[in-house]
C-alpha cells in the first residue's frame, strides 16, 4: 500500500517469512531476494523461517532473486552456490537461474538486461558445467557482445605454481 500511495517501485530483501504472505506479494509484484540457506529462526523475526521459502515464494508467482544474509559482500561469489541450495530445495532450476540474471535486472529497471533475446544487450558467461554448481567456473565472459581476457593475475599464480 506504501509503494502503490508513493508510486514507488519496491523489493524485499531477506524475507525470510516472506512465503507467508505469497499471495499478496505475487499480487502486488513485488519481487522478493531470499537468502536460502536463512532457515534457521535466529531471531523473532524469522521464526517462520524454512528452506523451501524460495520455491514456496515462485510457485505462488513471486519474483524470486538471491540475496546472501548480513553484511556479506565479501562472499558475493557464493551467491551461485546459494541459487543451487534454493533449487535443491525446490526452486525449479530455470527459476534459480533467473534468481541471478532475469529478477534482479527486472527490479532495478535494467529493462534489456538479464536474459537472452534478440536486440538485447549481449552479457554472457559460458560455464565448464552447471553455473548452480559449485565446482563449474566461468570458461569465457563477453560483455556488450566483446569477449573478455579470461587471464589475470590469479590464474597467473595458478598456472606458475
Do not use: C
Amino acid at each position: 500500500r506504501f509503494a502503490d500511495k508513493h508510486d514507488l517501485r519496491i523489493a524485499i530483501s531477506g524475507g525470510a517469512e516472506a512465503w507467508k504472505l505469497a499471495r499478496e506479494l505475487a499480487a502486488a509484484k513485488v519481487p522478493v531476494f531470499v537468502d536460502p540457506l536463512a532457515n534457521l529462526p535466529a531471531d523473532f523475526d524469522r521464526l517462520g523461517a524454512r528452506l523451501d521459502n524460495a520455491a514456496l515464494l515462485r510457485a505462488a508467482g513471486v519474483p524470486v532473486g538471491i540475496v546472501q544474509s548480513g553484511d556479506a559482500s565479501h562472499n558475493a561469489r557464493k551467491v551461485r552456490q546459494l541459487a543451487g541450495n534454493a533449487v535443491a530445495n525446490g526452486l525449479p532450476w530455470e527459476d534459480g537461474l533467473a534468481a541471478l540474471t532475469r529478477v534482479p535486472a527486472e527490479a532495478f529497471g535494467l529493462g534489456g538486461a538479464g536474459a537472452l533475446a534478440p536486440g538485447q544487450r549481449a552479457d554472457l558467461v559460458l560455464w565448464t558445467g552447471d553455473p548452480l554448481d559449485v565446482s563449474t567456473v566461468a570458461q569465457q565472459v563477453w560483455f556488450g557482445g566483446r569477449a573478455i581476457e579470461m587471464r589475470s593475475r590469479q590464474t597467473e599464480l595458478r598456472d606458475r605454481y
